[in-house]
């Protein structure tokens, strides 16, 4: 009777609703809007987030934007309190991802740099890098997040001149299993078309390449590595998720499609592997609102309906699969306004089904 009641406390404990806490919320610490949610757990276990400080609006670069970050060392349950990683005296700095290498351990964090004035609406071409160009930097931390290097700039590298502009797309990207780092871009081309493509790196964030445009009029993006090493990319395009494959490693796709499963009202999303199973996390409607976790056994071909875990207001959010088996999701909601507070939920995949 003992090992059935265990099972049924597990059980039930599986199926339980999300924890939910919030991390940022509108005008705290003299800050308008707390936006852009990165998330990462270090190869201790601690849990990184990130987002942007946009002090003076809710308004993307050239705004004044600096980048903070909280932790905890318990799964989610307290957290420290925020501090700022990253502010410059001129400009700003915004949309961060966060990396980790799981050999060293060395946890990166990628985001857009903005001189004065430039930002993906007003950034010039021409330039390499510079003060007309909206510029991709990285820095990382060997300590947890307790200390951070100085950010290199990593655009010289990636950049075409005749490009118009181009951003990290912001949240959780990671190394695949032979070791490359990937990280989705977003590029302005010369024809003022937008397209997703990846940054990679093969020599633990070294040197810097870039892959293939994806698509036209592809955005913010998302790239999962599958159980038989094919990438999937997952992308911000209207009002259905774009998707592609690659089976080099996430520099050439396949031919853009629309998953018509995965409606989207054209919002950065999430998406991550837990074993068998893919979980996609998004503002699931036409408008930014319902912030919807759905999982696929079959590498994304088919989709669960759904659980929701905010049907307010909702934008963008980040998923991982922690190493104690739960999910953590990282995403903006409100009552009012997509983005009043980044919120950090924890639930079993149990709870998924």
């Known amino acids: 009777m003992k090992t059935v009641a265990l099972w049924l406390t597990a059980l039930l404990a599986q199926a339980a609703e999300p924890w939910q806490i919030d991390l940022w919320a509108q005008g705290e610490a003299g800050v308008h809007t707390y936006r852009i949610p990165a998330l990462l757990e270090t190869k201790k276990g601690t849990l990184l987030a990130v987002a942007d400080a946009r002090y003076d609006s ?105 490009w118009v502009a181009m951003f990290p797309t912001s949240g959780t990207h990671f190394q695949t299993s032979k070791g490359r780092y990937l990280v989705p871009m977003v590029v302005r081309h010369a024809d003022k078309i937008t397209r997703a493509a990846n940054a990679y790196s093969d020599d633990g964030g070294k040197t810097w390449k870039i892959g293939a445009p994806i698509g036209d009029h592809t955005d913010e993006s998302k790239v999962v590595e599958l159980a038989d090493g094919a990438l999937l990319q997952n992308m911000r395009n209207g009002l259905r998720r774009a998707v592609a494959r690659s089976t080099d490693g996430g520099v050439n796709f396949s031919a853009v499609s629309h998953d018509e499963a995965l409606v989207d009202p054209s919002c950065n999303a999430g998406i991550v592997r837990a074993g068998k199973l893919l979980i996609f996390t998004n503002a699931a409607s036409a408008k930014r609102e319902r912030l919807t976790v759905k999982s696929s056994f079959d590498n994304g071909a088919t989709w669960s309906a759904g659980k929701v875990l905010h049907e307010g207001p909702a934008a963008y959010s980040t998923v991982i699969a922690l190493r104690d088996g739960t999910i953590g999701v990282l995403y903006e909601r409100g009552s009012k306004y997509a983005a009043e507070r980044i919120t950090f939920a924890r639930f079993h995949a149990g709870w998924m089904r």
């Open 58 to 162: 809710n308004r993307d670069l050239p705004a004044r934007i600096a980048l903070v970050m909280r932790t905890s060392r318990d799964k989610g349950k307290t957290w420290s309190p925020s501090r700022v990683i990253r502010k410059v005296e001129e400009g700003g700095v915004g949309d961060a991802s966060l990396l980790l290498d799981r050999k060293t351990g060395r946890i990166w964090c990628f985001h857009a740099y903005g001189p004065p004035g430039i930002g993906f609406p007003t950034a010039k071409p021409g330039e390499r890098t510079g003060p007309s160009t909206l510029q991709v930097h990285a820095m990382y931390s060997d300590d947890e997040g307790a200390t951070w290097s100085q950010a290199v700039d990593l655009t010289p590298q990636i950049k075409d001149p005749a």
